[in-house]
């Protein structure tokens, strides 16, 4: 099943990191945050990737076409500079790369690759920001049996915020934290069917016209999801993933967590 990664933005809210390089190359730990994403869709065996790229695309490309399989796999030194792999990241992964436009909104870099996805009965697409430890295959499954066109992972706010509640005249009649709220929100990690396409229409938003229109005739569906969720849309959740990543909390490596396929297993 092939991926559409989302990548073109300009991550205004990272100014830290995106005046210099796009944000789907920040890095968490040694690896841009683009990769950890493509790592866990290829994890499931989804290893076909198409990105939308724009801002910067030029250092997304640079990142791939000289990549260091060493850098976070096992290897030995002989002679000085001969290097023998004891296992790669990517050398199975098909990547297409299609400049969508440097302002495009979402919705027109989805509709621009749309020729990529020939064939393709079914296909997933995310965002390039965040990452989840969510049993995959679950998913798909589940999808298969809602019959829709469009899905996507709906999670709890991760922000740190407070929602107020007052009459017309003003007086507060409460203020909880958002998490004491039952609120949810969109968190990416689509699945379609090519119908999709139908839907979006020159200049539209994916998650705005295009989604009103799921909507209107019952096509579109959320999947709730209470696992692990992160987020890396301002430069302060960057540094709450950094610190997940240095203390070796990482849920979203799910590549590397044999316990969590055993408990879906078990399930």
Known sequence: ??????????????????????????????RPILWHIMKYYAHYGHKDFILCLGYKADLIKSYFLNYNEWLTNNFSLSNGSQIQLFNRDIQDWNITFVDTGLTANIGQRFKAVEKYLEGEEVFLANYSDGLTDLHLPTYINNFYQRDKIGSFLCVRPSQSFHLVDMDEDGLVTSIKDVKQRDLWINGGYFIFKKDIFNYINYGEELVL????????KQE??????????????????????????????????????????VNYIVK
């Open 209 to 216: 016209e295009p989604f009103q229109k799921l909507i209107a």
């Open 220 to 261: 579109l569906f959320a999947y709730k999801y209470t696992g692990f969720f992160g987020v890396m849309d301002t430069f302060k959740e960057k540094q709450e993933l950094d610190d997940m990543y240095a203390q070796g909390q990482r849920p979203w490596e799910v590549w590397a967590n044999k316990q969590l396929e």
């Open 1 to 30: 099943m092939k991926v559409v990664l989302f990548c073109g933005g300009l991550g205004t809210r990272m100014r830290e990191y995106s005046e210099s390089i796009p944000k789907p190359m920040v890095n968490i730990g040694y």
